[in-house]
């Protein structure tokens, strides 16, 4: 299932460039802060937009009034949970800090899954092995892509995932670098296809691609 969630600021806001802890304290918000800490996997993926009005200023996004928050996950009561308790929250009076301003949701939504090729990453995707960050363009990236599938396919669902014909098809990607908690991180984001069983692709686009997805990473929509 997945979510959109919209907000609205209160007065023009500013955010570092460095954004995505504060979109993890929200999740705290909805969690609770012991609940949030006590999860031994966080089974969803985020993605964030700004709107076309924000613009990058050096080390921080201007001019912010609206934030789109999309949330998914292949627990759909999760993805209701999510949605609920923003609303309780929201009508209780609370208002969500992002950066430099208090932002209001306005509006909640369900996305309906449209699950094809090509997909298009939302959110900059991380792939890693032995502690060094891979794209696409490195030695090493397949092998460390379906180890990730691998390990999150086992956590979330308790089984050995089939991927005898899983592959990942870059048609057009550019690797980036991130900041993220005052550390840069190399990923990389585009179009590209996914092949292989209809449950792994599944999988991958309920739950994300790669990892840290309960940090903002490994959005994909179908363009």
Same mark, same amino acid.
């Given at each position: 299932?997945?979510?959109?969630?919209?907000?609205?600021?209160?007065?023009?806001?500013?955010l570092p460039v460095?954004?995505?802890?504060?979109?993890?304290?929200?999740f705290k918000?909805?969690?609770?802060?012991?609940?949030?800490?006590?999860?031994?996997?966080?089974p969803?993926?985020?993605?964030?937009?700004?709107? !076309?009005?924000?613009n990058?200023? #050096?080390?921080?996004?201007? /001019?912010?009034? *609206? &934030?789109n928050l999309r %949330?998914?996950? =292949?627990?759909?009561?999760?993805?209701?949970?999510i949605?609920?308790?923003?609303?309780?929250?929201?009508?209780?009076g609370?208002?969500?800090?992002?950066?430099?301003?208090?932002?209001?949701?306005?509006?909640i939504?369900?996305?309906?899954?449209?699950?094809?090729?090509?997909?298009?990453?939302?959110?900059?995707?991380?792939?890693?092995?032995?502690?060094?960050?891979l794209?696409?363009?490195?030695?090493?990236?397949?092998?460390?892509?379906l180890?990730?599938?691998?390990?999150?396919? !086992?956590?979330?669902?308790?089984? #050995?995932?089939?991927?005898? /014909?899983?592959? *990942? &098809?870059?048609?057009? %990607?550019k690797? =980036?670098?991130?900041?993220?908690?005052?550390?840069?991180?190399?990923?990389?984001?585009?179009?590209?296809?996914?092949?292989?069983?209809?449950?792994?692709?599944?999988?991958?686009?309920?739950?994300?691609l790669?990892?840290?997805?309960?940090?903002?990473?490994?959005?994909?929509?179908?363009?």
């Amino acid at each position: 299932m997945r979510a959109l969630i919209r907000f609205e600021a209160k007065n023009i806001a500013s955010l570092p460039v460095d954004f995505r802890g504060g979109f993890i304290g929200f999740f705290k918000d909805i969690f609770g802060y012991k609940n949030y800490v006590n999860m031994e996997f966080k089974p969803y993926v985020f993605s964030v937009y700004f709107g !076309k009005e924000a613009n990058i200023v #050096k080390k921080h996004i201007e /001019n912010v009034r *609206f &934030i789109n928050l999309r %949330v998914s996950s =292949e627990d759909d009561e999760l993805v209701k949970f999510i949605c609920d308790r923003t609303i309780e929250l929201s009508e209780s009076g609370k208002s969500f800090r992002f950066g430099s301003g208090y932002f209001y949701a306005f509006s909640i939504e369900l996305i309906e899954e449209n699950i094809r090729n090509p997909f298009v990453a939302l959110s900059p995707i991380v792939v890693s092995k032995d502690k060094n960050y891979l794209t696409p363009f490195d030695d090493g990236f397949e092998e460390a892509l379906l180890e990730s599938l691998e390990k999150r396919y !086992k956590v979330i669902r308790g089984i #050995k995932p089939d991927l005898t /014909n899983f592959s *990942f &098809i870059p048609k057009a %990607v550019k690797t =980036e670098s991130v900041l993220h908690y005052k550390g840069f991180i190399k990923c990389f984001r585009g179009e590209f296809l996914l092949e292989g069983n209809d449950d792994i692709i599944e999988f991958i686009y309920k739950n994300g691609l790669g990892y840290r997805t309960a940090q903002g990473f490994g959005f994909i929509e179908t363009k």
